[in-house]
């Protein structure tokens, strides 16, 4: 969950030139075994003991709460707004029950906002909730974060190792010691609520949420969902259980988030019944048993049908069968995505039992159409009062009625606790027990601390690598040094414990060297990413520089460690013959320290496989219990020191070809895998046109020829439109916040107006706005970088299920423009309004 809070309207272009596509080919993955359509039958999942006993003083309150507030207060109580785009007035006026902050949304929108900004916004938003309404009872507001790895969101917050790392770790305990870290540094900034734990069972790492799954197995994530419930929440019964040093926790994504179909985010999970009960639901039992309060509903489908909109799961598995007494959370704009639905207009949803809509920028509308239903009846009164009673227990369970402001709270303001030396040493036990080795020819490890260590690769000293997804932006990119003032790279870590024992270490990221070096460490892997941007077509890991780097040391004679950063288990064939030792590192945080710890024997290796390593980079969904289970390294594989090492040399032919990245439009000079540029007069373009209206040449900027210049000449409307071979599917990028991002370069400014398009399959299908003014203020002869919202397309009509033209720009007058690349990408840069 998670992505920027969106605003403004797009302006509807009359008529938009087609562009013909082709019909697209699907290649399958998986037999999925399906009983039909997604509709549960309660009685056969297991029963659930030990449930909370009802508090009849607290129920009686509620009853009085209810018969008091007003319908607009209800309906505000079970909708949340984004903290981009809902202000303090907001909530005071419409009742919000909940803010959140998404992946890209920060106080004054800024990625890197100080903390103190934090507990500031927490305050306003809590004084609005508070202010007098008539004769209507005060209600708290609550604020959700998604809080995955630490308080990921703040800067100078402690960041552990994302899940699939701490899946390695096997020790539940620390994850307890995880949840109360946590839950302490959020309360320093105000905040009462986490997205957290991810309690998905992966099986597709080519989803781009396997890192956030403890593991392919339910075992683990069962074993972890109440002890770190417990540190984030309390123990019920306790005093201080929700309140104090603790939060309110939330189980996710209910259900079955890490088995679509094809490893697709928000896909269709395809699973018999019996199969969704006994792969998928094993966490949430332990983590009701435990008290989570909040229970967030996936983006995905169990056969076909949403679960947004599964009542037999949402009323008749959680609440009925379960005896859930929490609430039901939605994740963002998900109840958009049920039939019939769209973000603004729900009840569905609400129908099927979801209690709180996470609508980050669509609340306003939703809260007006859900009133409406309210007021006519198709909204019953009673289940309406049964979502707002709901939540009104927990507030009242958290004491958020009396607690006062955030800052007057318990630990509110202490911000030397975020990242203090207790918490970071947490986080370093966690990246010491994090760390799986695979391969450990001749014992090289442990290394001896007092050698002529060299320390090379790209995520060496880069904590943006280091630290992954969901690290201060949603996808974890645009982050940089000064970010992490408490954080410890890699790369200083060695440096440490090195120069400590009268060693001597270099950085060198190319890995060049005037010295033999004694030992050589290359740290590198994957690249940040989240949610569907992380989906892949294959497991193959494909890194030319850091493949070469190892085989030239290997081939000057040069020892060599090879500490891989990743978010899934991926083939690496060629790494590991090239590499004398392999450890796979996963995402480990800020403590780049806990590495060298382990490196250099201050440790030994404890971590285990909690993904399958695949054998080829076709094998994306390998789990242990499969019929034909044939991985490279199996389940629960990690060496430990002292055990033989040595590998055997690994075929390294992929079996897949190497994936073009969907979200290039065009870069290095030409349009990206499956597109092709087209120029010409609307309606008449194609790849040679003549230059009478439009021409393309050559241009250069990073490199010779890697970029285009076009020239539009004057004569008469001319588009240049950047093309694809079939129709894509941009409704998740767009519902996720998304933008097409140009570096361009005015060469001769517009002298007529300039339209921005995006065109899609269908008569008139597409839309646009004009941005002639935008390119006129450019400084000619410059580069420069323009963002636009995907979601300004989709207001201006375009049909996002079915685009053939992600970018085009049309005008009739002279100009000249030279592209050096366009991408589909999450900004973190200034982006345009839609107006």
């Not at 060599?560 to 450890?583: C, E, H, I, K």
């Not at 073009?660 to 499956?674: E, F, H, M, Q, S």
Request: hydrophobic share 40%; proline share 6%.
């Amino acid at each position: 969950m998670g992505v920027r809070g969106r605003k403004g309207l797009a302006l509807r272009m009359a008529s938009v030139a087609m562009v013909a596509a082709l019909v697209p080919a699907a290649r399958a993955q998986q037999a999925g075994v399906s009983d039909g359509a997604g509709a549960a039958h309660p009685d056969l999942w297991p029963q659930r003991e030990g449930r909370i006993a009802l508090d009849i003083a607290m129920e009686k309150r509620i009853d009085a709460l209810l018969a008091t507030m007003s319908l607009e207060q209800k309906v505000g109580q079970i909708i949340q707004g984004d903290i981009a785009s809902t202000t303090p007035d907001d909530v005071r006026r419409y009742h919000l029950g909940s803010v959140l902050n998404g992946g890209n949304s920060d106080p004054g929108g800024r990625y890197n906002a100080p903390a103190k900004d934090w507990l500031a916004l927490a305050d306003a938003f809590y004084e609005a909730s508070m202010a007098p309404s008539g004769n209507l009872p005060r209600i708290p507001i609550m604020w959700g974060s998604d809080a995955v790895h630490g308080h990921n969101n703040v800067v100078g917050a402690t960041l552990f190792p994302h899940n699939i790392g701490l899946g390695a770790a096997r020790d539940p305990e620390l994850l307890r010691s995880i949840g109360a870290v946590t839950a302490k540094e959020m309360r320093v900034t105000g905040l009462d609520w986490t997205f957290a734990p991810t309690l998905a069972i992966v099986r597709d790492d080519r989803w781009g949420r396997t890192y956030e799954g403890f593991g392919e197995a339910p075992e683990i994530a069962a074993s972890y969902a109440a002890p770190l419930i417990e540190g984030l929440q309390g123990k019920i019964g306790d005093k201080d259980w929700l309140r104090g040093p603790h939060i309110i926790a939330t189980a996710k994504h209910f259900l079955g988030d890490g088995g679509t179909y094809g490893g697709k985010d928000q896909g269709d999970t395809r699973i018999s019944e019996a199969g969704l009960i006994n792969t998928f639901s094993a966490p949430y039992i332990p983590a009701l048993n435990a008290g989570v309060q909040s229970v967030m509903v996936s983006f995905s489908s169990w056969n076909g049908t949403k679960m947004h909109g599964n009542q037999s799961l949402l009323t008749g598995v959680m609440k009925q069968r379960w005896g859930f007494d929490g609430f039901l959370v939605g994740d963002w704009n998900g109840h958009a995505q049920v039939s019939g639905c769209t973000a603004t207009d729900c009840v569905q949803a609400a129908k099927a039992g979801l209690d709180m809509y996470m609508a980050p920028d669509s609340w306003k509308a939703l809260w007006q159409s859900t009133l409406a239903h309210a007021r006519d009846g198709s909204l019953p009164m009673a289940r309406l009062d049964d979502a707002v009673r709901r939540i009104l227990r927990v507030k009242l369970r958290a004491g958020l009625f009396e607690a006062g402001k955030p800052s007057s709270r318990p630990f509110g303001g202490q911000f030397d606790l975020l990242g203090s030396a207790e918490h970071r040493a947490v986080a370093r036990q966690a990246v010491r027990e994090s760390l799986v080795l695979l391969k450990n020819a001749g014992q090289l490890l442990p290394l001896k601390p007092m050698s002529n260590v060299l320390v090379a690769g790209n995520g060496a000293d880069n904590l943006t690598k280091q630290t992954g997804g969901w690290t201060l932006s949603w996808q974890g990119t645009g982050t940089k040094p000064a970010d992490f003032p408490h954080a410890q790279s890699i790369w200083s870590g060695i440096a440490e414990q090195v120069k400590a024992a009268g060693g001597s270490a270099t950085l060198s990221a190319d890995g060049s060297f005037t010295k033999k070096p004694d030992v050589a460490i290359v740290v590198f892997g994957e690249d940040p990413y989240a949610e569907f941007q992380g989906d892949r077509p294959d497991v193959g890991f494909d890194d030319a520089r850091s493949l070469a780097l190892l085989r030239r040391l290997k081939g000057a004679g040069v020892p060599t460690v090879a500490v891989f950063l990743s978010g899934r288990a991926m083939w690496v064939n060629p790494f590991l013959n090239a590499a004398d030792a392999f450890v796979a590192a996963w995402l480990p945080g800020s403590e780049g320290g806990g590495i060298a710890d382990v490196l250099f024997g201050k440790a030994d290796f404890r971590g285990t496989l909690p993904y399958s390593w695949p054998r080829s980079s076709d094998q994306t969904a390998v789990n242990v219990g499969d019929k034909d289970y044939n991985p490279l390294f199996p389940y629960g594989f990690g060496l430990k020191y002292g055990q033989p090492g040595d590998l055997a040399p690994l075929p390294e032919a992929r079996a897949t070809v190497a994936a073009a990245d969907p979200g290039v439009l065009y870069t290095a000079g030409r349009p990206g895998a499956g597109r092709q540029l087209l120029l010409g007069a609307p309606g008449a373009l194609s790849t040679n046109p003549g230059p009478e209206l439009i021409d393309a040449r050559p241009a250069d900027h990073h490199a010779q020829e890697d970029s285009v210049r076009l020239h539009w000449t004057g004569a008469g409307p001319a588009m240049a439109a950047i093309a694809g071979d079939t129709p894509v599917n941009l409704t998740r990028e767009s519902n996720g916040g998304l933008a097409v991002e140009l570096e361009f370069r005015i060469d001769a400014a517009p002298t007529a107006d300039v339209s921005l398009l995006m065109q899609c399959s269908g008569e008139k299908c597409g839309g646009g706005f004009p941005v002639g003014s935008v390119f006129k203020a450019v400084q000619a002869g410059q580069w420069s970088r323009l963002a636009i919202p995907l979601h300004c397309f989709e207001k201006a009509g375009v049909d996002m299920s079915k685009v053939t033209v992600p970018i085009a720009l049309s005008t009739s007058g002279a100009m000249t423009v030279t592209l050096s690349s366009a991408r589909i990408v999450s900004p973190v840069g200034p982006v345009l309004t839609c107006n």
